[in-house]
């Protein structure tokens, strides 16, 4: 069956390191996003990609990087971890104007 | 650039009763509507959509109501159970293909 995981499922990192969360697809979509979950703000938008050599600034994406050399995958670069990153991180997946599957999610702690 | 709206933020109702979580939204170009529920430590999953050229769409105890008009949408939750309690997350399509998400209810059924 097709699905799309992220690793680590958790993570606790110090300021100042970079980090890297990663997300592999195997619906062949697209789209993929990145969003991060905190209490009271949902799912905010981080970045997304449209295709191979594709990516988006989304509404808070200072901080962050992405890169999409194949379909499958969209790994999310923390360059300098905050402790204001510390967050639940969830990648998601679409192709056109369709459901978007999400992955389990990624707990990152920066200490 | 796109804003949604959800409200409210925590829903409490008692088993058997309806729940109806509305969301509304500023672009209106945008085109597709669907609705998520989050169970606690899980990852979102969809549970109904709807497009931008149908009014109303139903299943089971679920159902969304859209107006274009307006530019809002709700969902609404029929003989409401305790496996219901989750948190809801409405959704729109912007531009593109990019989906921004509100903030989310939390919806509790009392048994």
């Known amino acids: 069956d097709a699905e799309i995981t992220q690793s680590p499922r958790h993570k606790i990192t110090e300021t100042g390191r970079q980090v890297t969360l990663a997300c592999h697809q195997t619906?062949?979509?697209?789209?993929m996003f990145w969003y991060r979950q905190d209490l009271g703000h949902g799912l905010r938008l981080i970045h997304y990609?449209?295709?191979?050599?594709?990516?988006n600034k989304g509404e808070v994406s200072d901080g962050y990087s992405v890169s999409r050399s194949n379909t499958e995958d969209l790994p999310l670069t923390l360059e300098s971890a905050a402790s204001s990153q510390t967050s639940v991180y969830f990648c998601?997946?679409?192709?056109?104007?369709?459901?978007?599957?999400f992955g389990q999610g990624t707990r990152l702690t920066v200490v | 650039g796109e804003n949604v709206e959800q409200h409210p933020s925590t829903l409490s109702v008692q088993e058997g009763d309806s729940a109806v979580i509305k969301c509304t939204y500023s672009d209106s170009a945008s085109n597709y509507f669907p609705w998520y529920k989050q169970e606690l430590g899980k990852r979102p999953q969809l549970i109904i959509d709807i497009r931008s050229n149908v009014g109303e769409k139903k299943d089971q105890r679920i159902a969304v109501t859209l107006n274009k008009t307006a530019k809002h949408f709700s969902l609404h939750i029929t003989e409401t159970q305790p496996e219901d309690s989750a948190v809801y997350f409405c959704a729109v399509y912007t531009g593109g293909f990019k989906t921004i998400f509100g903030a989310g209810t939390r919806l509790f059924v009392k048994a």
């Open positions: 998601a997946s679409s192709q056109d104007r369709d459901e978007a599957f």
């Open positions: 990609s449209y295709g191979v050599q594709d990516t």
């Open positions: 619906w062949n979509h697209n789209n």
